[in-house]
């Protein structure tokens, strides 16, 4: 790998994979909101920075998301569903990713083995929905899950090398999940960086459009 794009380079979990892979002797391009204004909400901000990036890039890592609207947690109840906290969730979480995935085509190497890996969260899964609750955070993973699929279908046709998969980071010891980590075992950061970058490195085409865990485990959809 010689070339990467970490997109959420400022959180917990893109800021540890950037400088593991930049130990590794990686070119690594950092986009952030809180660095460079780069606003997956916005298509125009996304259009602008991705625009007048050339690529191509061996790793596009999509680290961006949120449990819930700041001031606000994750639903226990139905009947704590908000429809503008919704909203802004599946904002960040489910459209924020698919803006990004429209420039795959275009960054993502063709030439080469390449990988596009997206943050998702087992909670996303609805097959392993055992307890219900935090439904915007669910439903926007869930369908985020649905446009990794789609996009690792259409990258396959013109990227016979690459993988387009979701990650599940396992709970990492960031300010994300920091009032939400409860009895949940946590792990450092670096940690969870370094797991997840094993696991991309051991991804073939054939895997491509697959749900996986920091450990490589598949993950139910």
Known sequence: MKNALIIGASGGIGAAVALELERC???????????????VTDPSSVDRHLGALHGPFDLVFVAVGILAPQ?????KALSAIDAQSMAQVLAVNTIGPALVLRHMPRLLAKDGPAVAAILSARVGS??????????????????LNQIIRGAAIELGRSHKQAACVALHPGTV???????Y???????????AAAHLLAVIDGLTPAQTGRFFDYAGAEVPW
């Open 181 to 191: 980590a409860g009895r949940h075992k946590t792990m450092p950061a670096p940690d």
């Open 71 to 75: 001031g606000s947690g994750p639903e």
């Open 25 to 39: 002797g990686v070119a690594v391009t950092r986009l952030s909101r809180r660095a460079d204004g780069f606003d």
């Open 173 to 179: 010891e960031t300010p994300f999940t920091a009032n």
């Open 126 to 143: 609805i097959g392993d929905n055992q307890i219900g609750g935090w439904h915007a955070y669910r439903a926007s993973k869930a369908a």
